[in-house]
């Protein structure tokens, strides 16, 4: 078929064909729909060893264990793990030498309005090798349930055929999972690769691609570069961001998020709960054209881990989309951390759409969880004026508007901040970087300059000492 594009059926019948790969599917909720696929086309005795479901929550517990959620990344590893032991077990001495054996589960709920589920695959690249592992987690975004359903069995389709012919480019894989898709239906929004197949992937890079290949808004990882869901991490918890570059993390830029921090942690909503903090780095601040410079990107994902902080790439140009985002997971306080700079784009008209309700319908969304933008002061280089919430300037007509946000304290002046860091820009800091200038040291957080010298980052050719 030359380049032409297969269809859910063609897949399904390809891997039928395919002597090579011989499995097990287990499939919780929404029906044996990617198993069906498989019975459908014709010739599944070649690649199904065998299917289940096990709707009832006894019977599901009494084969793979306890949990507390059955639509979980924990159900679904259980899942995997034991169907492909038991797999060995069975069939190791009898087709080991000729099948590359996987087994293919998901756990998913449909819903009226919204489903979502996690979907994965454990397989053996080839007969005898060690096994690999790929899971993803979708919201499925039809209003109808059957529609989830097909939905679900095409994305399931999507992910076998290309672990099975594209494992060894994962963002060609990625790429194909909306096959005779739309994102309109269906949104990835996590993606992990494991094992010995994937050895040289690094996952902070596919949760980039995620959102660049528009399957979803916003992808999240950990400071230890592990790929996470976002109910994973917010479900119903007070969530502090801050968007930024980070080309470098410098003083300046930790300390508006300290101090933002503190202001947060005393509003009476909290309770004296310890929020999630987020580092959002989006695509605008990624790219240059349409391309994404990968060594620059894992510079500056090296940095926010040696800080500890969790990342969340988006495509969210503005705050408004971001704060209704965050809303489908939590729905607790929610704080930005900005410069007073940043304020234009909180204020521009054209920044929202007639269909959200213009600039008011975007504030309500942006304030509504309740939401407060912390806002740190701006030193005017060529003036010398600091502008802050409250002097920062609006169009007259919406003075009015300005002053109910401040005099509301959803927008809040950062009272704590430190006068000293306001001159600190990232490009200067790039430069003298570049150049050799030591200066820059004493701009930037300790562990940051570690980490820059270290890893000789952003041009840096400054030696750093190895322990003996």
């Not at 109910?231 to 930790?254: C, N």
């Amino acid at each position: 078929m030359g380049n032409e594009q297969l269809d859910t059926s063609q897949k399904a019948q390809l891997i039928n064909l395919d002597a090579k790969r011989y499995g097990t599917f287990a499939e919780i909720g929404a029906g044996q729909e990617v198993a069906r696929w498989f019975f459908h086309v014709g010739g599944a005795a070649g690649t199904v060893a065998k299917t289940i479901s096990a709707y009832d929550m006894a019977i599901s517990d009494a084969i793979y264990g306890p949990t507390e959620r059955y639509v979980s990344r924990q159900r679904l590893q259980s899942m995997l793990d034991y169907e492909y032991d038991l797999l060995l077990e069975r069939l190791d001495d009898k087709r080991g030498g000729r099948n590359a054996f996987f087994v293919f589960a998901n756990t998913v709920a449909t819903r009226r309005e919204e489903g979502h589920g996690w979907l994965g695959i454990k397989f053996q690249a080839e007969p005898g090798a060690d096994a690999s592992n790929i899971l993803i987690h979708v919201r499925m975004l039809d209003k109808e349930n059957v529609r989830q359903q097909e939905a679900l069995g095409i994305i399931g389709v999507n992910l076998l055929h290309g672990t099975f012919y594209s494992y060894h480019k994962p963002m060609a894989l990625i790429a194909l999972l909306l096959d005779d898709l739309t994102w309109e239906r269906v949104e990835v929004d996590m993606i992990s690769f494991a094992g010995p197949a994937f050895a040289r992937v690094d996952n902070r890079l596919m949760a980039v691609q995620l959102v660049k290949q528009d399957l979803t808004e916003a992808a999240m990882f950990t400071a230890r570069g592990e790929t996470v869901q976002w109910a994973e991490v917010l479900y119903q918890k007070p969530v502090l961001v801050q968007r930024g570059s980070f080309h470098p993390v410098t003083k300046a830029t930790l300390d508006v998020l300290e101090r933002a921090l503190e202001q947060f942690l005393q509003e009476p909503e909290l309770k004296g709960e310890e929020p999630v903090v987020l580092m959002e780095l989006t695509l605008r601040h990624l790219t240059t054209g349409d391309i994404i410079d990968e060594n620059d990107f894992l510079q500056r994902a090296d940095m926010l881990s040696a800080l500890g902080k969790t990342v969340l790439v988006s495509n969210f140009r503005r705050f408004h989309r971001l704060a209704a985002y965050l809303a489908r997971y939590t729905k607790r306080p929610l704080g930005l951390a900005i410069g007073a700079s940043k304020l234009g784009e909180v204020f521009d008209e054209s920044f929202y759409n007639e269909s959200e309700g213009g600039l008011l319908g975007g504030l309500g969304q942006l304030f509504k969880n309740p939401a407060r933008l912390y806002v740190y002061p701006h030193l005017n280089v060529d003036t010398g004026e600091i502008i802050t919430a409250e002097s920062f300037q609006v169009p007259l007509r919406l003075k009015h508007l300005h002053t109910h946000l401040l005099e509301n304290r959803l927008i809040q002046s950062i009272r704590n901040f430190n006068r000293d860091l306001l001159p600190i820009r990232s490009l200067d800091i790039l430069a003298r970087i570049k150049s050799g200038d030591p200066s820059w040291e004493q701009l930037v957080p300790p562990v940051i300059v570690e980490v820059i010298k270290r890893n000789q980052l952003f041009g840096c050719r400054t030696e750093y000492p190895v322990a003996k």
